[in-house]
């Protein structure tokens, strides 16, 4: 058996997400290869080959791969999908672009977001906002997988030797064209990859009051930030903050948790943090079942003396 990691990369260097998909594609499959579809990505192919346990890399350069339409890098996966057990992509919003169209074109079910593997056809993955764990079996003779980063440990960047082969590029579907990309640009940490996020809830009250309040502590400590549903719907955080189930799933060694009452679609997106800490005045707040540390005290008396302390 051999599986078929693609690559989420930007031409230069992996994302992040790419090496706790292969560590799902080891464990899923023998051999590993890696799919690098770009423009001018000779360097991220080379990391690809870096990785440990990386068998092969396959690259394929063209303008067509350079903004990552999904029409072009779905034909380019199937134009060398023949022969791999799996076909395995993070389960990020590039991975479930691609995923589905490729799982469609070769008539098998997809199996989404994955958290474990049992052996090379069951899997488990997290339903019902996490609350219950599905264990799926395929008999497909393809398994089509997404792979949700915070289950996997992941890869080693450095260790591995691949050798990279230079694959035919598929032709421009014509289907879609890009237009423009309009990118937030931050000196904070990406959140999904952010070792530390401090996040703030409704009970912050207001945007400035956000910013005010859990900004110091954010400096403090090298953090992304982060907001629950309810702070993002009431106008006090962007919507590319939002962590939970219909937001940004994160798992980062430190997750302190200001004024969120915990509903269970937020738990569903950070309750895998190595360590949570909980802040809010409501002692019966759902956020308590799951921190490590709960603080119960005013958010706006608590976090200031927090960063004095700090």
Do not use: C
């Not at 690259?59 to 799996?86: R, T």
């Amino acid at each position: 058996m051999t599986a078929l990691v693609i690559a989420e990369h930007d031409n230069g260097s992996l994302k992040g997400a790419t090496l706790n998909t292969i560590t799902a594609a080891q464990q899923a499959g023998g051999d590993v290869h890696v799919l690098v579809a770009g423009s001018g990505a000779q360097a991220a192919a080379q990391a690809a080959a870096q990785v440990a346990g990386v068998t092969k890399v396959l690259l394929a350069d063209s303008a067509a791969f350079a903004d990552g339409l999904a029409e072009n890098v779905a034909a380019q996966v199937l134009a060398v999908a023949s022969g791999y057990s799996h076909i395995v992509f993070p389960a990020t919003a590039y991975g479930k672009n691609v995923a589905p169209r490729v799982a469609a074109k070769l008539d098998v079910a997809q199996i989404s977001e994955i958290t474990k593997v049992v052996s090379a056809d069951t899997f488990e993955r997290p339903i019902y906002a996490g609350n219950a764990i599905a264990t799926v079996q395929s008999s497909d003779a393809v398994k089509v997988i997404t792979v949700r980063a915070t289950g996997f440990d992941a890869a080693a960047a450095t260790g591995g030797s691949a050798a990279v082969e230079n694959v035919n590029a598929v032709a421009d579907s014509g289907k879609s064209s890009f237009v423009g990309r309009e990118v937030t640009k931050s000196d904070r940490p990406e959140l999904t990859a952010a070792k530390i996020i401090v996040s703030g809830g409704r009970a912050l009250g207001s945007s400035d009051k956000f910013n005010e309040v859990l900004t110091p502590l954010a400096d403090k400590l090298g953090a992304a930030l982060g907001a629950s549903r309810a702070a993002v719907d009431a106008g006090y955080a962007p919507n590319d903050w939002q962590v939970g189930q219909t937001g940004k799933i994160v798992a980062p060694q430190l997750y302190i948790a200001a004024g969120i009452s915990g509903a269970i679609q937020h738990l569903a997106g950070m309750k895998d943090s190595k360590v949570i800490v909980a802040i809010n005045k409501d002692p019966e707040a759902p956020i308590f079942q799951v921190a490590d540390f709960g603080l119960e005290a005013d958010l706006f008396t608590a976090v200031p003396e927090l960063v004095k302390a700090l």
